[in-house]
C-alpha cells in the first residue's frame, strides 16, 4: 500500500530527485557551457512537473522553465519552483545552485525545500532551524561573486558588514538559515520562483523573511515578478531595514 506523502516530504523527495539528475547530467560530459545549463534546466523541469502531477494533481505549477497558467492566479494551492537556480554557475562546474520546490497556500510561503546537490543537504520547512549563536560584529552579508546591487552595496556599507560571496539565491538564503552568514539581501531582478521556496524555509527557521520595505512577501500574483527580498537573523530586521530607508 502506497502512504501518501506530506506536501513537505513530497517537495523534499522531489528537490532531492532533482538535484541528482542535475549531478548525473553534468557528469554524463555530453554537453558542455549554456547547452548543459540548458540541458540541466529542460531535464530537471520536465522531472518536477511529472512527479507534482502524479501526486498533486489538482495543484497548480508555476515553474521558471514552463508557459505559464495563468487559471493559477483564482488557485489556494500552487507549487513555485525553480528546477535549476543559478544555471549559470551550474553550467560553469562551481558547486553553489540549487533545486527550490516552494508551495504557496492563500499566497503565502507555506512549504519548502531547497536542494544544494553538491553539498548532500536538502533544506526544509519541517527541519529548518536557526543557527541558535550569537551574531557576530559586524554581520556577515552574503552578495554576488560578481557584482552585488547598488543598494545592496550601500546597505553594506552603513552595517560594516563582512561579505561573503556566493552563486544562486537558494544558496545565499541557506546560508543564513544554518548559520554561515546573517543577512541576504537582494534588489532588483528576482520572480517568485527564485524566492518561494527559500522564504519558506526561512520563515520556518525563525528568521525574517520579507520585501525590502518591510512588506511581507506575497506569492501566485499575476506577474510572478518578486523584484526585492530580505532575509535575515530576526534581531538584524530593524537595524537592516532601517539602512535600507537610509539608502533608497
Same mark, same amino acid.
Given at each position: 500500500?502506497?502512504?501518501?506523502?506530506?506536501?513537505?516530504?513530497l517537495?523534499?523527495?522531489?528537490?532531492?530527485?532533482?538535484?541528482?539528475?542535475?549531478?548525473?547530467?553534468?557528469?554524463?560530459?555530453?554537453?558542455?557551457?549554456?547547452?548543459?545549463?540548458?540541458?540541466?534546466d529542460?531535464?530537471?523541469?520536465?522531472l518536477i512537473?511529472?512527479?507534482?502531477?502524479?501526486a498533486?494533481?489538482d495543484?497548480?505549477i508555476?515553474?521558471?522553465?514552463s508557459i505559464d497558467?495563468t487559471?493559477?492566479?483564482?488557485? =489556494? #494551492? $500552487?507549487?513555485?519552483?525553480?528546477?535549476l537556480?543559478?544555471?549559470?554557475?551550474?553550467?560553469? !562546474?562551481?558547486?553553489?545552485? *540549487? /533545486?527550490h520546490?516552494?508551495?504557496?497556500?492563500?499566497?503565502?510561503?507555506a512549504?519548502?525545500?531547497v536542494?544544494v546537490?553538491?553539498t548532500?543537504r536538502?533544506?526544509?520547512?519541517a527541519?529548518?532551524?536557526?543557527?541558535?549563536?550569537?551574531?557576530?560584529v559586524?554581520p556577515?552579508m552574503?552578495?554576488?561573486?560578481?557584482?552585488?546591487?547598488a543598494?545592496? =552595496? #550601500? $546597505?553594506?556599507?552603513?552595517?560594516?558588514s563582512?561579505?561573503?560571496?556566493m552563486g544562486?539565491? !537558494?544558496?545565499k538564503?541557506m *546560508? /543564513?538559515v544554518?548559520?554561515?552568514?546573517?543577512?541576504?539581501?537582494?534588489?532588483?531582478?528576482q520572480?517568485e520562483?527564485?524566492n518561494?521556496?527559500?522564504?519558506?524555509v526561512?520563515?520556518?527557521?525563525?528568521?525574517?523573511?520579507?520585501?525590502?520595505d518591510g512588506?511581507?512577501?506575497?506569492y501566485?500574483?499575476?506577474n510572478p515578478?518578486?523584484p526585492?527580498?530580505?532575509?535575515c537573523?530576526?534581531?538584524?530586521?530593524?537595524?537592516v531595514?532601517a539602512?535600507i530607508?537610509?539608502a533608497?
Open positions: 500500500m502506497t502512504i501518501a506523502r506530506t506536501d513537505v516530504e517537495a523534499r523527495d522531489i528537490a532531492e530527485e532533482a538535484g541528482a539528475l542535475l549531478l548525473a547530467i553534468r557528469d554524463r560530459g555530453t554537453e558542455r557551457g549554456k547547452a548543459l545549463g540548458d540541458a540541466g529542460a531535464e530537471a523541469n520536465a512537473l511529472e512527479r507534482l502531477r502524479a498533486r494533481p495543484d497548480f508555476l515553474s521558471e522553465e497558467d487559471a493559477r492566479c483564482a488557485a =489556494e #494551492r $500552487v507549487w513555485i519552483v525553480d528546477p537556480d543559478g544555471t549559470r554557475d551550474y553550467a560553469e !562546474g562551481l558547486d553553489d545552485w *540549487a /533545486v520546490i516552494g508551495l504557496a497556500i492563500g499566497g503565502r510561503p512549504v519548502g525545500a536542494a546537490p553538491t548532500g536538502v533544506y526544509t520547512t527541519q529548518a532551524r536557526c543557527a541558535a549563536r550569537a551574531c557576530p559586524p556577515r552574503v552578495v554576488s561573486r560578481t557584482r552585488a546591487p543598494l545592496v =552595496e #550601500r $546597505v553594506g556599507a552603513a552595517l560594516a563582512t561579505r561573503v560571496g544562486s539565491a !537558494g544558496v538564503a *546560508a /543564513v544554518d548559520g554561515r552568514a546573517d543577512i541576504y539581501l537582494h534588489d532588483g531582478g520572480y520562483w527564485d518561494c521556496a527559500p522564504a519558506a526561512a520563515l520556518a527557521a525563525g528568521l525574517h523573511a520579507s520585501r525590502i512588506s511581507p512577501l506575497v501566485n500574483c499575476a515578478l518578486l526585492d527580498l530580505l532575509i537573523r530576526p534581531e538584524l530586521a530593524e537595524q531595514l539602512a530607508r537610509a533608497r
